[in-house]
């Protein structure tokens, strides 16, 4: 079993940066791909981004390609995800999901385990 609680979600300005973390439990994480994905009132899940067990290969949705970073520090169980040049269309609740295949795949279905979520609003 994993748990995963996200923090790090608040109000901020079009333009702002925030950077949203994700700790895991279990001693199995590292062996684990990670990812993020948001869902927006009225609109289904949306992938943002995946982080395979190493950290070596990143993946992300088109619309926040070059905006958002994600990476992982696998000592502290911990996945992250940088959030620069904010829009207004960002505004979700944000999850983190963790893929005990590995693959970081943007198909919501293959993560097994997901967190509470945390709010992020993004005001024009």
Do not use: H
């Amino acid at each position: 079993q994993v748990q995963l609680v996200e923090s790090g979600g608040g109000l901020i300005q079009a333009g702002g940066s925030l950077r949203l973390t994700c700790v895991a439990s279990g001693r199995t994480f590292s062996s684990y791909a990670m990812g993020w994905f948001r869902q927006a009132p009225g609109k289904e899940r949306e992938f943002v981004a995946a982080i395979v067990w190493s950290g070596g290969s990143t993946y992300y949705a088109d619309s926040v390609k070059g905006r958002f970073t994600m990476s992982r520090n696998n000592v502290k169980n911990t996945v992250y995800l940088q959030m620069n040049s904010l829009k207004p269309e960002d505004t979700a609740v944000y999850y983190c999901a963790a893929d005990p295949r590995g693959t970081g795949t943007s198909w919501y279905k293959a993560y097994d385990y997901w967190g509470q979520g945390t709010q992020v609003t993004v005001s024009s």
